[in-house]
């Protein structure tokens, strides 16, 4: 298995993986931070584990099977679904995060089983139409509670989903709802109560974390000029488009147009991944993690980005903020988006029996 620093016990039988020697290639080429499956806190209700996955990866596949996950595929962030096929929606936006996170993971060697059921859980209680649709729904609900993406998202998980004869939800393990509730971005309220809000989440929740804000603002960006809503000459501007356009400078030379956005995108996401890996592990070593126990008890934002990127991110999420997340389409959709989310909410308060 790529990053692994032992090989498996040698083989005489069946070339069949068992759970027990899945979890025993886990202690021997993952890092001493990383959480093992053997070692987690279990599920509300006692199951018996399967024979050929460990209880992470079981995790991952009953969240790819549920309704909810489907549903990502008609779910947008910024744009609307009828603007066109080729803007992210949540589902796109989920695998682009994964593969910001496992990249990270992977060379952190950290769990990526449960940085994986993380991150592709963790926009499952996001209403449609992006943040207009959640702010809409959150002044809605005010008087009942309010409402909150992430604890939707558990919610989502722990009772909505109803599969099994058993149990409703999925019983997720502990690290995963976990990392759900402590998932933390800029639209983000972090609301732990149950989960050991004093202590940090598991440094595989906090990488999910990060390569989630890395991915919407990379790839909104991106979104943003195919659309035309902000143009080359606006971005050029930027530190962080400046800069990745001198990099990009030394291996090519006049791109334009759709191959110098593809090239500076890409080349964005590369440098902050590389960015957050050595400023990552320069604090590791400096605090001296060697444990979950050390993750849950140091600091928050053991996986940050180093000052000079985070500078220029922000200011790249600032320009978003203003140029393109503020732009007159972009109000108006949010304008019809709170229009069709209080229009159905009255009507679902109204009448019950139209819910589905």
């Not at 209880?55 to 549903?71: E, G, K, L, N, S």
């Not at 449960?114 to 592709?120: C, F, H, K, Q, S």
């Not at 030394?250 to 147009?257: A, F, H, I, N, V």
């Not at 191959?259 to 592990?281: F, K, M, P, Q, S």
Request: hydrophobic share 35%.
């Amino acid at each position: 298995m790529p990053g692994s620093r032992q090989l498996l016990p040698e083989r005489t039988g069946p070339m069949l993986l068992t759970r027990a020697e899945l979890e025993q290639w886990e202690e021997k080429t993952l890092a001493p931070y990383a959480m093992k499956s053997r070692y987690s806190r279990g599920r509300v209700f006692p199951e018996e584990e399967p024979r050929y996955r460990t209880v992470f990866q079981r995790d991952r596949d009953r969240i790819i099977h549920t309704t909810a996950f489907r549903r990502l595929e008609y779910k947008t962030q910024v744009f609307v679904i009828t603007e066109g096929d080729y803007y992210r929606t949540r589902l796109t936006h989920e695998i682009e995060v994964n593969q910001i996170g496992r990249s990270i993971g992977q060379a952190l060697q950290v769990n990526l089983d449960l940085l994986e059921a993380i991150i592709l859980a963790h926009d499952l209680g996001h209403p449609p139409f992006g943040h207009a649709g959640e702010y809409t729904l959150r002044d809605l609900m005010e008087p009942y509670g309010g409402f909150e993406h992430n604890r939707h998202s558990l919610r989502i998980v722990e009772e909505l989903e109803d599969r099994y004869p058993r149990f409703r939800g999925l019983n997720l393990t502990y690290e995963v709802r976990e990392g759900l509730v402590k998932h933390e971005t800029d639209y983000d309220i972090v609301d732990a109560t149950g989960y050991d809000p004093d202590l940090s989440a598991t440094l595989e929740a906090q990488i999910a974390s990060i390569a989630d804000e890395l991915a919407y603002s990379t790839h909104d960006l991106d979104d943003g000029l195919r659309s035309g809503m902000i143009t080359f000459e606006q971005v050029s501007g930027l530190t962080a488009w400046k800069r990745a356009v001198q990099r990009i400078a030394r291996k090519y030379t006049g791109l334009k147009g759709d191959l110098l956005r593809h090239a500076v995108v890409r080349e964005l996401i590369g440098y902050y991944i590389a960015d957050c890996l050595h400023a990552t592990d320069r604090k590791l070593r400096r605090l001296g993690i060697n444990s979950v126990d050390d993750v849950r008890h140091a600091e928050r934002g053991l996986c940050f980005l180093s000052p000079e990127a985070q500078e220029e991110f922000d200011e790249l999420k600032a320009f978003l903020l203003k140029s393109l997340y503020r732009h007159y389409r972009v109000m108006r959709m949010q304008e019809k988006a709170r229009i069709i989310v209080t229009d159905l909410f009255n009507a679902y308060m109204a009448t019950p029996e139209l819910l589905p």
